[in-house]
């Protein structure tokens, strides 16, 4: 049994969303925010989830390690593409790129006090995480010309991933104005059965 430490609308969305694709028997801890138990720091250090305690008892953080583990864990449930095949690269590539590049640029500014020590640099940290993230946005989109998912012909926890990072973006309108690919792929993956029922819980549309 997995035990995933998450809360709605958080980057367990992603996590939860590959164990789902797994097939893996789960359960889920909440973990509130502001105060996450005591102890929790022993699981994941900076108190972040997602976090994911295996079937042995470790514990892992980072998102895209726990996608890439299940993938490697359960090679036939469509995660991502196998190590070694043709569309790896590729999949290696935006896991790292979404998880490297965009999701610390929206902790940037919904925790805009931890990178500046000025209280009036607040809004500037805010606006340049916006800046930094939309430039990021901007290449997957280009990259998502004339193709239906991120990597190869498939569906991939990439695109489930980069769905979650749509509905982070703080301008709400922003990615259906600005990024038609990416909205195009956020919208067929809207109707995927297995997306539709973990939003009832993250609640992100
Ligand atoms: N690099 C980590 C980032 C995880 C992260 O920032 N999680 C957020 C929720 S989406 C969190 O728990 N933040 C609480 C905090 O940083 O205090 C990953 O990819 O999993």
Known sequence: MYKLYSRAGSGGFVAEAALRMAGAPYEIVPIDKASPPSGFEKLSP??????????????ITESAAICLLLQETFPAAGIGPEAGSHDRPEFLRWLAFLSSMLYPTMMRYFFCERSTTDPDGLEPVKQAAIVEFDRGFSIVDHALTGRDWLVGGQRSIADIYLLMLAYWHP????????????????????RDPLVAKLNEAHRFW
């Open 46 to 59: 900076l108190r972040q989830v997602p976090a994911l305690t295996l079937p042995d008892g470790r514990t």
């Open 171 to 190: 301008v709400a309108d922003k990615p259906r104005d600005e990024w038609t690919n990416i909205v195009r792929v956020c919208e067929a993956l809207k």
